[in-house]
T-cell receptor, first 113, second 116 residues
Framework: AQTVTQSQPEMSVQEAETVTLSCTYDTSESDYYLFWYKQPPSRQMILVIRQEAYKQQNATENRFSVNFQKAAKSFSLKISDSQLGDAAMYFCAYSKTPDQFYFGTGTSLTVIP | GAVVSQHPSWVICKSGTSVKIECRSLDFQATTMFWYRQFPKQSLMLMATSNEGSKATYEQGVEKDKFLINHASLTLSTLTVTSAHPEDSSFYIC????????????FGNGTRLTVT
């Protein structure tokens, strides 16, 4: 089975600052998808950003961007201009096919006003 | 808007009773749905894969007789926790892949189950 590792159980950031959440994964595949999901206190899982492995360009969604290093099997999430509403659990996820989906253990992000 | 609906969002039941949780895909057909269990401050643990028209596939360690899954149609999967006990209290969340948009999983809002 694939493994997804998030080595930072907890992170904190000052409001308006930038924070980077780390994620590494293990796979022998060349084509796959990577995702970051956000789970706020409501516990709704919200897709933040996705990356196709065959694309070299890093995905960006407004204040959220990723640093995808395929050779290193690294997929970090950068949150710029952090806002109080960004406080949540963040899960990194790997998927080869829709029925094969693996989550990391999560990083709890605190935003300090 | 939400593409996967899960109901109820919370339920309290007595030990020994059964509880049914529904998961519906709202604007797409889902031949496969996933059921997860999540403990506080932990990741999602895949319990089983619900397959329309065939038996569910359970992950190792998950009791299939306790957690009954029925994929009744292309838009509905149900999870029934039978003879519930306090240790079954948890957050249960379903998801379904919508094949057309490369976003493999859309999640329901989850169900918080408390067994007294």
């Amino acid at each position: 089975a694939q493994t997804v590792t998030q080595s930072q159980p907890e992170m904190s950031v000052q409001e308006a600052e930038t924070v980077t959440l780390s994620c590494t994964y293990d796979t022998s595949e060349s084509d796959y998808y990577l995702f970051w999901y956000k789970q706020p206190p409501s516990r709704q899982m919200i897709l933040v950003i996705r990356q196709e492995a065959y694309k070299q360009q890093n995905a960006t969604e407004n204040r959220f961007s990723v640093n995808f290093q395929k050779a290193a099997k690294s997929f970090s999430l950068k949150i710029s201009d952090s806002q109080l509403g960004d406080a949540a659990m963040y899960f990194c996820a790997y998927s080869k096919t829709p029925d094969q989906f693996y989550f990391g253990t999560g990083t709890s992000l605190t935003v300090i006003p | 808007g939400a593409v996967v609906s899960q109901h109820p969002s919370w339920v309290i039941c007595k030990s020994g009773t059964s509880v049914k949780i529904e998961c519906r895909s709202l604007d797409f057909q889902a031949t496969t749905m996933f059921w997860y269990r999540q403990f506080p401050k932990q990741s999602l643990m895949l319990m089983a894969t619900s397959n329309e028209g065939s038996k569910a596939t359970y992950e190792q360690g998950v009791e299939k007789d306790k957690f009954l899954i029925n994929h009744a149609s292309l838009t509905l999967s149900t999870l029934t926790v039978t003879s519930a006990h306090p240790e079954d209290s948890s957050f249960y969340i379903c998801s379904a892949p919508r094949q057309t948009d490369n976003s493999p999983l859309h999640f329901g809002n989850g169900t918080r189950l408390t067994v007294t």
